[in-house]
């Protein structure tokens, strides 16, 4: 601030004037609302990210459960496998369903 006194002794008039800022008014409501855009900007970036970040933790946990299931099914196709292959269930097929029987000797033809 400024003080300036005009005329003399008996008739003074003192006026004081504000100085001019340093910094323009409209130049610091400018840097202060960019400064809150960037920050705002920051914000939604974080809560975006985030969101993504517990999207791909939720699909990763969808996997790994559908890994287990198909596992456990895997081990059970293994199994029927493995008794479909059995030679005492091909063998009693042969017999009860298909009538076939053992082989004797007498009844093979040699073809030369």
């Known amino acids: ?3 300036i006194v005009i005329g003399n002794g008996m008739d003074m ?3 004081i004037r504000r100085e001019a800022p340093v910094f323009p008014s409209g130049s610091r409501n400018r840097w202060t609302m960019g ?4 920050f705002l900007a920051v914000a939604l970036f974080t809560v975006w990210l985030s969101g993504k970040y517990y999207g791909i933790g939720y699909g ?3 996997a790994l459960e559908e890994k287990q299931v198909l596992q456990k ?3 059970l196709l293994k199994t029927e496998i493995l008794t479909l292959r059995s030679p005492a269930r091909i063998e009693a097929i042969a017999r009860g369903q298909l009538g076939m029987v053992e082989t ?3 009844r093979i033809i040699r073809v030369k």
Do not use: N, Y
Not at 35 to 38: E, H, R
């Open 13 to 15: 008039i003192t006026e």
């Open 73 to 75: 099914e895997h081990a």
């Open 104 to 106: 004797k000797t007498e």
């Open 1 to 3: 601030m400024r003080r």
């Open 60 to 62: 990763v946990s969808v």
């Open 35 to 38: 400064l809150a855009i960037l």
